[in-house]
């Protein structure tokens, strides 16, 4: 039986389809690889100035003088040196030391009460700002209005107004309620922060609104949607937003230093621009351990996080 043959056209046809195939997949396993490297690249640069921090944490007072010492040095007038070619950055110690976190740790309390200080301040405020926040939100996506759209459009101003342009109405208003130079002038503003209520607001919302009807067809109150509905569908949405608002506050810095003059009052994140001042050789071990409860909330939210920030809809699909 004679072979049938295609036609030369079909031919080189299918053959310029197999080429053009293998070619981009060439191009897209290149692409991959370049892309890999670049994406290294970029985590590398992000993660040296934490690596070079944890590492010279556990250096000796002696060799970190030795190494940047030169950096925080001043002149008999109180001037900074220039520095050209004496700093000399060094990712392993020549003798691992623990001695800077014993000095932190048992002979140096006003670092651990700095420490203490940045938690009674955050932890109150993330969770009375999610309390407020949950009912605040359940409102706003509950029910509708004319006022509630002024009011909700009031808290989007708010949120996207930088703190620095509201600094001197809280300064005001935290003197005319002479809560100035106290803990509740930093407690106060941040419990009512309407950047939580913004959030868990558009959680709500995309919940699909026949799950909460048929909940009130069976009998269910609106304390009971709220508590049995909303919130556990929201749950991703809320250590999220939890997660967001602690690394905000955890790192504040402006807010201490107008509203508190007492130096006994600030957190860790104001106190540790100060120790570059006198003693170098206890910065790092600072840094590592002002450096630990963000890391491990991020790890133990991260999955969390990323889901609430993903999130679609009140049902995942």
Same mark, same amino acid.
């Given at each position: 039986?004679?072979?049938?043959?295609?036609?030369?056209?079909?031919?080189?046809?299918?053959?310029?389809?197999?080429?053009?195939?293998?070619?981009?997949?060439?191009?897209?396993?290149y692409?991959?690889i370049?892309g890999?490297i670049?994406?290294?690249?970029?985590?590398?640069?992000? @993660?040296?100035?934490?690596?070079?921090?944890?590492?010279?944490?556990?250096?000796?007072? %002696?060799?970190?003088?030795?190494?940047?010492?030169?950096?925080?040095?001043?002149?008999?007038n109180?001037?900074?040196?220039?520095? %050209?070619?004496?700093?000399?950055?060094?990712?392993?110690?020549?003798?691992?030391?623990?001695?800077?976190?014993?000095?932190?740790?048992?002979?140096?309390?006003?670092?651990?009460?700095?420490?203490?200080?940045?938690? @009674?301040?955050?932890?109150?405020?993330?969770?009375?700002?999610?309390?407020?926040?949950?009912?605040? %939100?359940?409102?706003?996506?509950?029910y509708?209005?004319r006022?509630?759209?002024?009011?909700f459009?009031?808290?989007i101003?708010?949120?996207?107004?930088?703190y620095?342009?509201?600094?001197?109405?809280?300064?005001?208003?935290?003197?005319?309620?002479?809560?100035?130079?106290t803990?509740?002038?930093?407690?106060?503003?941040?419990?009512?922060?309407?950047?939580a209520?913004?959030?868990?607001?558009?959680?709500?919302?995309r919940i699909?609104?026949?799950?909460m009807?048929?909940?009130?067809?069976?009998?269910?109150?609106?304390?009971?949607?709220f508590?049995?509905?909303?919130?556990?569908?929201?749950k991703?949405?809320?250590?999220?937003?939890?997660?967001?608002?602690?690394?905000?506050?955890?790192?504040?810095?402006?807010?201490?230093?107008?509203?508190?003059?007492?130096?006994e009052?600030?957190p860790?994140?104001?106190?540790?621009s100060?120790?570059?001042?006198?003693?170098?050789?206890?910065?790092?071990?600072?840094?590592?351990?002002?450096?630990?409860?963000?890391?491990?909330?991020?790890?133990?939210?991260?999955?969390?996080?990323?889901?609430?920030?993903?999130?679609?809809?009140?049902?995942?699909?």
């Open positions: 039986m004679a072979e049938i043959r295609k036609p030369k056209s079909e031919t080189v046809f299918y053959e310029r389809a197999i080429r053009k195939a293998h070619r981009k997949k060439r191009i897209t396993k692409g991959l370049i890999t670049i994406a290294a690249i970029f985590a590398i640069l992000f @993660l040296t100035p934490i690596i070079l921090t944890i590492t010279n944490s556990f250096m000796s007072s %002696s060799e970190i003088s030795a190494n940047y010492g030169a950096v925080f040095k001043t002149t008999e109180g001037g900074k040196v220039f520095i %050209s070619k004496t700093v000399n950055l060094k990712f392993i110690p020549d003798i691992v030391s623990f001695s800077q976190y014993y000095a932190v740790l048992f002979k140096s309390p006003e670092y651990l009460v700095k420490f203490w200080n940045s938690v @009674l301040y955050v932890v109150p405020i993330v969770g009375v700002q999610l309390m407020i926040a949950m009912l605040a %939100s359940y409102g706003f996506a509950r509708q209005g006022v509630r759209e002024v009011i459009f009031i808290y101003i708010l949120m996207l107004m930088p620095q342009v509201t600094l001197v109405p809280n300064y005001l208003v935290s003197q005319w309620l002479g809560i100035l130079d803990r509740w002038a930093i407690l106060l503003p941040g419990f009512f922060s309407p950047f209520v913004f959030l868990l607001t558009k959680f709500i919302r699909p609104t026949e799950v009807e048929a909940a009130s067809i069976d009998g269910a109150g609106e304390w009971q949607i508590s049995k509905i909303c919130m556990p569908l929201c991703s949405g809320l250590i999220s937003i939890a997660i967001l608002v602690f690394i905000d506050y955890w790192n504040m810095v402006e807010q201490p230093l107008i509203l508190l003059s007492n130096d009052l600030h860790l994140s104001v106190f540790l100060k120790i570059n001042a006198g003693e170098i050789s206890l910065a790092f071990a600072v840094a590592v351990i002002y450096l630990v409860p963000p890391l491990l909330i991020f790890l133990y939210g991260e999955e969390y996080l990323v889901e609430g920030i993903s999130y679609q809809g009140g049902l995942k699909g």
